[in-house]
């Protein structure tokens, strides 16, 4: 049960960039919009799980960290060259439609995890409820953050949007390095 609490903290931490991103604009994410990003996590986490064996046939574990290091290095890339990234419609406000995406975005490092832990022979039933409530708990702290940020400190927030993208792009390079998908 350890394992599987450091093993979701890990890939759950990318949601604390997202959120400090979505703080610094004062953009809301709604209750329903939250629960759709818990739901997707548990979900596709479980889901991985069951088709580790099947994915591990087709492609190595360098491509899959690789898959996973380039996807945290792009999202960090939108968030430097857009204020709020998943705003399509520039509402500051997070609705279902781009929730399902930015849950798809986030849950890929949960996903490559439980890949790769049931290729390794691990499996355990608390770990994609363990990271849906990180991945909850960042997501919220990093909004806090954000706003506590933009309100304390006169920076501007471009300088924050760029700090923001920085760190997704050093944790997915990060990501690259370790020996972990």
Known sequence: MINSLLLALSVSIDSFGIGISYGIKNAKVRFLSMVLLILMSVLGTSASFFIGNTINVIFSGFITKLISSSILVLLGIIIILDPIPFDFDKSHIL???????????????????????????????????????????????????????????????????????????????????????
């Open 95 to 181: 609705d279902l439609k781009e929730a399902f995406i930015l849950g798809l975005a986030l849950s890929l490092d949960s996903i490559c995890l439980g890949i790769g832990s049931s290729i390794g022979g691990f499996f355990d039933f608390s770990f994609p409820i363990f990271v849906a409530v990180f991945q909850a708990i960042f997501l919220i702290l990093g909004k806090f953050f954000g706003k506590k940020i933009l309100s304390n400190f006169n920076i501007p927030e471009n300088y924050l949007k760029i700090l923001s993208g920085i760190v997704l792009i050093i944790f997915g390079l990060l990501k690259l390095i370790n020996n972990n998908c």
